[in-house]
């Protein structure tokens, strides 16, 4: 066993492509598990992930960058897994409030909202090299 | 995982569908051209069986958002049968649970799918 003290990290790269999205989620399902999470923590991480590929390949197809690469790296270190999602799919637009009306916002908005409300610290930034960096934090006990 | 659709005909205006598998970015089209080839048919009232889905994310919520929409633009109903609490609880965390009907059971769905008919 590793000691807890020092941070495992499991990194993936999947194709821009909606077939590729499950692979992610299969992988963070498997990463998860190797923490304390209850089963529906597990299964609200595997969302998030989701969420964050998913937003990741929309916008990929609609910039015509459907050749680039998604990168997710998760990191577990003393009760917290740390995921980030980057891609190079252009900036994500500015994440909605959670809405009193869910029906009129778009599939990127719901994806925001449900990424904002199933882990425990989300952040979302454009990086220098035309894309999207997806953070989350996730503390599990 | 993909996902299976099977489309029951209840009578002219209604329709079931039923879903199996994991709705995501890369399935939910397929739901999606279900929807709009019910809609082109003439199809007024809209159930979406979720009993055997077990993952459902934010592109299938856009869909059965769309395919609702659409339905009440010509006075139809979309509604959804969804017993598994864990796919149940997706809809309440966003607030979609006061947009849509969501009944545990085909039974009921359709029992209260018969009474809006006869309304």
């Known amino acids: 066993m590793a000691s807890e003290t020092v941070p495992s990290v499991v990194e993936l790269k999947i194709p821009s492509r909606p077939e590729f999205v499950g692979v992610a989620r299969l992988t963070i399902l498997g990463v998860a598990s190797r923490m304390p999470f209850s089963y529906d923590e597990v299964e609200d991480i595997r969302l998030a992930v989701g969420e964050a590929c998913t937003t990741a390949v929309g916008r990929a197809k609609r910039s015509n960058k459907m050749d680039t690469e998604i990168t997710i790296r998760s990191e577990i270190s003393d009760g917290k897994l740390t ?11 500015e994440t909605p409030p959670v809405s009193d009306s869910p029906a009129e916002l778009d599939e990127q908005g719901l994806g925001a909202l449900l990424m904002e409300l199933l882990v425990d610290e989300f952040t979302v930034e454009a990086t220098p090299e035309g894309g999207t960096l997806v953070s989350m934090v996730k503390y599990s006990g | 995982m993909n996902l299976k659709l099977n489309t029951r005909n209840i009578n002219d205006l209604t329709a079931l569908i039923d879903l199996e598998g994991e709705v995501d970015v890369y399935t939910a089209p397929q739901l999606k051209q279900q929807i709009i080839g019910l809609l082109d048919s003439g199809a007024r009232h809209v159930t979406v069986n979720l009993e055997a889905v077990d993952y459902l994310d934010s592109t299938a919520l856009g869909v059965l958002i769309g395919g609702l929409k659409r339905l009440r633009e010509r006075d139809g109903t979309l509604d959804l049968i969804c017993p598994n609490p864990r796919i149940k609880r997706i809809f309440e965390i966003t607030g ?19 009474a809006k008919e006869e309304a």
Do not use: N
């Open chain 2, 96 to 114: 979609l649970d006061k947009i849509f009907d969501i009944y545990p059971s085909e039974k009921e769905a359709m029992a209260k799918l018969k």
């Open chain 1, 83 to 93: 995921i980030k999602v980057e891609d190079r799919a252009g900036p994500m637009p």
